[in-house]
């Protein structure tokens, strides 16, 4: 039973520019968050969707976008990127009404020069 | 508001000792509560959680965290180090709501060494 992937695993990005980091849920689950882990810090919520819709955001700005598909998978979306957006970017999956917790993936490491 | 507080940033102990990392929780609500282990490159791993049934919680590798509302604290006790322990703890709680499982609060992590 494949866990949660995320592509890629790292990657390094230009200030000013976009990227786009994608999630693949565990199997069976439909809800997917989304977690920025600064180096040296606990990860912080960015965004919540379940059934296609952001249904509870952090305190991130609008410059943080993301979208989840038919199949559950997800994409994060970061525009004008800065050098404070470099970290790791965890996607957690899970079952609505479940209670048993989420499924990490490994992340993505985001560099930002 | 839900946060956490860890009261280590790093624990060192030596193979075969006890480890105790310790977690101070406060919520609005009755919480759910959790401690996740990162290794290396690695992602979260679930250690164990605790959602209100009992109070001492057994989890994965030998490890278990006491819910104590009096004293709103979940630390996580493992009787017994092995070098594969090494790694950074995260305590957290969440703000379960309804149908959708809600957000987790990170504390700032444990970072445990365990010494041959």
């Known amino acids: 039973d494949a866990g949660v992937t995320q592509s890629p695993t790292h990657l390094i990005k230009t200030r000013g520019q976009q990227v786009t980091l994608r999630c693949s849920p565990k199997?069976?689950?439909?809800?997917v968050s989304w977690y920025q882990q600064a180096l040296g810090q606990g990860p912080q919520f960015i965004f919540q969707y379940y059934e296609e819709e952001e249904r509870q955001r952090g305190n991130f700005p609008d410059r943080f976008s993301g979208h989840q598909f038919p199949n559950y998978s997800s994409e994060l979306n970061v525009n004008a990127l800065l050098l404070g957006d470099s970290a790791l970017y965890l996607c957690a999956s899970s079952l609505a009404r479940q209670t048993y917790g989420y499924t990490f993936g490994s992340g993505t490491r985001l560099t930002v020069v | 508001a839900q946060s956490v507080t860890q009261l280590d940033s790093h624990v060192s102990v030596s193979e075969g000792t006890p480890v105790l990392l310790r977690c101070n929780y406060s919520s609005s609500y009755s919480p759910s509560l959790f401690w996740y282990v990162q290794h290396p490159n690695k992602g979260l791993q679930l250690l164990l959680k605790?959602?209100?049934?009992?109070?001492l919680v057994k989890g994965i590798n030998g490890f278990e965290a006491e819910f104590k509302k009096s004293e709103t604290s979940f630390h996580l006790t493992k009787p017994s180090a092995h070098m594969s322990d090494a790694a950074e703890y995260f305590c957290v709680v969440s703000d379960y709501r309804g149908s959708t499982l809600g957000r987790l609060y990170f504390g700032r992590g444990t970072q445990l060494t365990v010494w041959p």
């Open positions: 605790y959602t209100s049934a009992a109070t």
């Open positions: 199997s069976g689950h439909d809800t």
